[in-house]
């Protein structure tokens, strides 16, 4: 049962275009909503993150707008570049009295061209 | 560099066998998390330790098992070893017991099962 549904599973964006990654959720419970993205052969590392009472949240080229009537978040990448490529997880957190618990979509394998 | 470190980096193994992944969390992180990633599944949550103590339990297998030394490094055991097992396992860790905070992830384990 996956409680974070991703889309879609790999994205190729031109250059200077704009890189965008939706995610669903049912579990209402969810609280936080943090991006990781990893790169080959490292571990996945924070992007960006939004807590619920806010519905967009901006830092440099990466922006995620949250819908919580919808339950849909997703991560909008400005001016792609390669550097960008990498692949992106979006990810819910449920509070359970000090025991979160994360829970990743399936992931984003992004590649930007030139 | 997240200063999570795992050992080893890659092993191979036969079914059957037993192996011990290690990971030693970032320095004054007490909270120490193991994930599983293979292809089809993305990051699976398998288990949360906080300061020695088991604080949560995701979709582990009972073959697996965990534990949180004094010194604050951890080690996943993995027994009886299937073909299906053969995946990344990170190590993350953060300072905090809740994950609401950033989780700082290893370079990873890759473990082949022949």
């Known amino acids: 049962q996956q409680q974070v549904k991703q889309s879609p599973q790999s994205l190729i964006v031109q250059k200077g275009g704009i890189s965008i990654i939706n995610c669903a959720y049912e579990?209402?419970?969810?609280?936080?909503f943090p991006w990781y993205q990893q790169f080959p052969g490292k571990g996945p590392a924070l992007l960006i993150a939004i807590r619920p009472d806010v519905s967009e949240k901006k830092e440099g080229r990466f922006t995620i707008s949250f819908n919580k009537s919808a339950k849909q978040f997703s991560l909008h990448i400005m001016d792609s570049q390669p550097g960008d490529s990498a692949t992106y997880f979006c990810?819910?957190?449920?509070?359970?009295?000090?025991?979160?618990?994360?829970?990743f979509g399936t992931g984003t394998r992004l590649t930007i061209i030139p | 560099d997240s200063g999570v470190t795992q050992t080893p980096k890659h092993l191979i193994t036969a079914t059957g066998q037993r192996v011990t992944l290690r990971c030693s969390p970032r320095?004054?992180?007490?909270?120490v998390y193991w994930y599983q990633q293979s292809l089809d599944q993305g990051l699976q949550f398998l288990i949360h330790?906080?300061?020695?103590?088991?604080?949560a339990k995701g979709n582990i297998l009972e073959r697996f098992s965990a534990q949180q030394f004094p010194d604050l490094h951890s080690e996943l055991n993995l027994s009886s070893l299937e073909l299906g097992d053969s995946a990344l396992y990170f190590c993350?860790?953060?300072?905090?017991?809740?994950?609401?905070?950033?989780?700082?992830f290893g370079e990873g384990s890759r473990l082949t099962v022949l």
């Open positions: 993350a860790s953060s300072v905090t017991s809740g994950v609401a905070g950033e989780l700082f």
């Open positions: 330790y906080y300061n020695g103590e088991e604080r």
């Open positions: 579990n209402t419970a969810f609280d936080y």
């Open positions: 320095s004054g992180d007490l909270s």
């Open positions: 990810a819910a957190v449920e509070s359970n009295f000090g025991n979160e618990k994360l829970t």
